[in-house]
Structure formats: C-alpha cells, structure tokens
C-alpha cells in the first residue's frame, strides 16, 4: 500500500451491470471537476473505463497490462482526458493473459502495488482502480494496492447477497495481503424512486452497514447511460442531468469523508 498522502481507491463488484465503471468514471469526473488531481487505472480487461473517457484502443501503445508484467512503469502509461485534472492508465485485451504470465511470480499479488510505489503516485490525490467484475488475480493486486475499497451496489433484490460475498473477500485480502484494507464506502446505484422494492434495498443496506453507505443515492438515468458511447464521462456529457449531479454530490461525500479520516487520524 502506498502512502497516506494520497487515497488508493479500488472500485470493486464481483457482480456485474451495478455501475462500476460508471461510477469509476464519474467519481473520478467530479473529484477532478472540484479540484483534486485524479488517476483512474483501468485493470478490468474489457477497457470499459478507457473507452468511457474518450481513449480510442488504437491510442493505447502503452495500458496496464505493461504495468502488471513489468515493462513499464505507470509513468510512461499515464494518459491524458479531455477532463482538466483527470489521467488514466488505460486497458487492453492483453490484460486477458496477464494472470497466466505471472502466476509463477513471487510477487504475483503486488505487481500494482509496488508499481505504485516506484511511481510519482503522490502526483495524485486520489487513485481509482477499476477491476474485473469477478475476483482474479487483478482484483487482489488492485486490493492489496489500495487503502480501501469503494462498492457500488445496485439497488435490487439480491443486492445484501453479493455484498456478503465481497465483504468476505475484502476480509481474505485483509487476513493475506492487506491487513489495513477499509471499505471506502457503499453506493447505491441505480436507485428509482417510483420502485417500492429500491427503496426497500436502501433501507436495508443502511440497517445492516450504516455510516458505511453514502448518503448520496445514484439514479437510474438515461443521459448516464448514453454518455460512454460518445467518450465521455456524463459530466461532460451533460452537466445538468440527475445522474452528473448525484456524482457531483457523491464527490463532495468522498472528500467530507476524507477530511473526517485524517483529522481524526491526526488527534
């Protein structure tokens, strides 16, 4: 794990289609939209998050995928966005191999970190990581690099159900690789106020995890979903809708929640 001064976050679901990347992109968005200087490494292998900001895959020479097999430093694979203050390290299919081409390796599970540590890391005050939506060796470098883990959940039925299972895995990294691992925190996503049983999934998270989950609801929203198509990020797509509004407030959360830690870290 690399040090305080900045904040390591891994954007993590071992489900899918709960708006992890969106909420990657768009929390990385806002946090750079209100000043901070933002870096998204993309390790899921579909490149989701690269596409969604804009980075056409023939302009990836250089991806993570170089990073977690040694080549490269994450120096030389910071991209730029059309978003003022925000980077990515972008993906590549290659990331599909990676796990085979370092599985015999010693320090197959701190590839990230240690990457991280060679870097200028402190450049950045915050670090997303955008993960695999399944737990590989990808998921536990982004776990054992990171100081906490952000979980976006989507407000259905089985919702209680997949978070038990990456609570779990959160608590394997801890007892393994990471014992300092937090949970950032837990966002709601795809919340529809009209839907009884939504509400009824927010009520529940927020028995059973209270101050872990954010107060910041985000809402199902078309402009949302329209915006990675075009390379952009919904802020930038459209400021004023809903959805850029709840990650706007999402990012205020986040960085309240941030001070909070320090401060009291520092009494």
Known sequence: MVGERNRIITVANQKGGVGKTTTAINLATALAAIGERVLIIDLDPQGNASTGLGIERRNRKLSSYDVMVGTHGIGE?????????????????????????????????FRLRRA????????????????????????????????????????????????????????????????????????????????????QVVSDVRTHLGEKVYHTLIPRNVRVSEAPSYGKPAILYDLKCAGSQAYLQLASEVIQRERQRKAKAAA
């Open 77 to 109: 694979t910071v991209v730029e966005t059309a978003v003022p203050n925000l980077y990515i390290v972008p993906s590549t299919m290659d990331l599909l191999g990676v796990e085979m081409e370092i599985s015999q390796q010693s320090d197959r599970v």
């Open 116 to 199: 991280l540590q060679a870097a200028d890391a402190q450049a950045f005050s915050y670090i997303l990581v955008d993960c695999p939506p399944s737990f590989n060796l990808l998921t536990m470098n982004a776990m054992a690099a990171a100081h906490s883990v952000l979980v976006p959940l989507q407000c259905e039925f089985f919702a209680l159900e997949g978070l038990s299972q990456l609570l779990e895995t959160v608590e394997q990294v801890r007892r393994t690789v990471n014992p300092s691992l937090d949970i950032q925190g837990i966002v709601l996503t795809m919340f529809d106020a009209r839907n009884n049983l939504a509400q």
